[in-house]
T-cell receptor, first 114, second 115 residues
Framework: NAGVTQTPKFQVLKTGQSMTLQCAQD?????MYWYRQDPGMGLRLIYY???????DKGEVPNGYNVSRLNKREFSLRLESAAPSQTSVYFC?????????????FGPGTRLTVL | AQSVSQHNHHVILSEAASLELGCNYS??????LFWYVQYPGQHLQLLLK??????LVKGIKGFEAEFIKSKFSFNLRKPSVQWSDTAEYFC?????????????FGTGTRLKVLA
């Protein structure tokens, strides 16, 4: 099992450019999440998908869109990147009916917006 | 609003010292509690979890945590730290809100262990 995979691992964008971060999990989990991690602020939830076909806003959704392509894949899109979106982005998944088991995280994407 | 507080932002210890990292949460209902560890340059990994039963839970690498319901706390402990424990540690709470389980993370504690 690869667990949760993310691409790319690193990305540099110019202000105004767009890009999509990809995430896939092979654990047959229903729920998937996108977080951003900034120094001193912990992990903040951007969007989540409780199950295939549904998506909901988290704590910091502005400037982002998501697509739950199928049960395995959950992508995050920046339509017009801004320097404030420089961060490390983590995708995670969990079993919806077994929330007590916790989340599994991908390796992260380090994004720099110039 | 639900929140998780980690009081220590940076901790520096010498090898073999004992460790206790504080975590408090605010939520009145049933919660699941977690500690995650993030080694430098890596992703978050689950260290231990509590959802029911014995409030003293043991995780990997000699870590343990105690759930004290009356204090809304879930502190992480290790009797003797090693250099390899240098990492950032996150406390997280999972609670039912609006029909969906949501995870809330603390801001993290950076632990540096001196050899």
């Amino acid at each position: 099992n690869a667990g949760v995979t993310q691409t790319p691992k690193f990305q540099v964008l110019k202000t105004g450019q767009s890009m999509t971060l990809q995430c896939a999990q092979d654990m047959n989990h229903n729920s998937m999440y996108w977080y951003r991690q900034d120094p001193g602020m912990g992990l903040r939830l951007i969007y989540y998908s409780a199950s295939e076909g549904t998506t909901d806003k988290g704590e910091v959704p502005n400037g982002y869109n998501v697509s739950r392509l199928n049960k395995r894949e959950f992508s995050l899109r920046l339509e017009s990147a801004a320097p404030s979106q420089t961060s490390v982005y983590f995708c995670a998944s969990s079993e919806r009916e077994k929330a007590f088991l916790g989340q599994y995280f991908g390796p992260g994407t380090r994004l720099t917006v110039l | 609003a639900q929140s998780v507080s980690q009081h220590n932002h940076h901790v520096i210890l010498s090898e073999a010292a004992s460790l206790e990292l504080g975590c408090n949460y605010s939520y009145g209902g049933t919660v699941n509690l977690f500690w995650y560890v993030q080694y430098p340059g890596q992703h978050l990994q689950l260290l231990l979890k509590y959802f029911s039963g014995d409030p003293l839970v043991k995780g990997i690498k000699g870590f343990e945590a105690e759930f004290i319901k009356s204090k809304f706390s879930f502190n992480l402990r290790k009797p003797s730290v090693q250099w390899s424990d240098t990492a950032e540690y996150f406390c997280a709470v999972n609670a039912l809100a609006s029909g969906t389980y949501k995870y809330i993370f603390g801001t993290g504690t950076r632990l540096k262990v001196l050899a």
